[in-house]
């Protein structure tokens, strides 16, 4: 299994997903997001329907990190060309989560593409006012989630 993570995550974290079964894979930052979240895996990638979302820019800074991600979890690459920066909402495009036949998201924030896959595979779609939904969500299974957000 992976985890793809913060390239600043601690060497105790790291240790951690290692005694898990987890081979951790370090996200580099993206100069268009804010330093503060710009190597958060929630604010760069998005990974569901047996697809990695994320956007061109990143891709091309990232090409042969993305396409061993690609390869080692035999998911398919769509990109994205919308608008991106470090200021809400265009820095959230990505900030999503599935949880079983479900995605949580803010439907007004989310990428479009990741809203037409979820539509077009028949996909529950739970709008809440959280821009932030994956930095405040932690999926634990098919139906759970754990969040301190009473809006989602």
């Known amino acids: 299994m992976y985890a793809i993570v913060d390239c600043r995550i601690s060497e105790s974290s790291l240790s951690a997903l290692g005694r898990r079964g987890f081979t951790p894979i370090l996200m580099p930052p993206a100069d268009y997001l804010s330093k503060p979240v710009a190597s958060h895996a929630d604010m760069l990638v998005f990974v569901g329907f047996g697809r990695l979302f994320c956007h061109e820019k990143y891709y091309k800074c990232n090409k042969t990190l993305i396409d061993n991600i690609l390869s080692a979890a035999n998911l398919a690459l769509s990109l994205s060309d919308e608008e991106i920066n470090e200021k809400y909402p ?10 079983g036949k479900r995605l949580i998201c803010n439907e007004k924030t989310v990428s479009k593409s990741i809203l ?5 595979e028949n996909y529950e779609i739970i709008s809440v006012s959280q821009g932030y939904t994956k930095c405040s969500v932690c999926p634990v299974g098919e139906n759970a989630i754990i969040t301190a957000d009473s809006g989602i």
């Open 90 to 99: 265009h820095d959230v495009l990505f900030n999503a989560c599935l949880v």
């Open 116 to 120: 037409d896959t979820a539509k077009a």
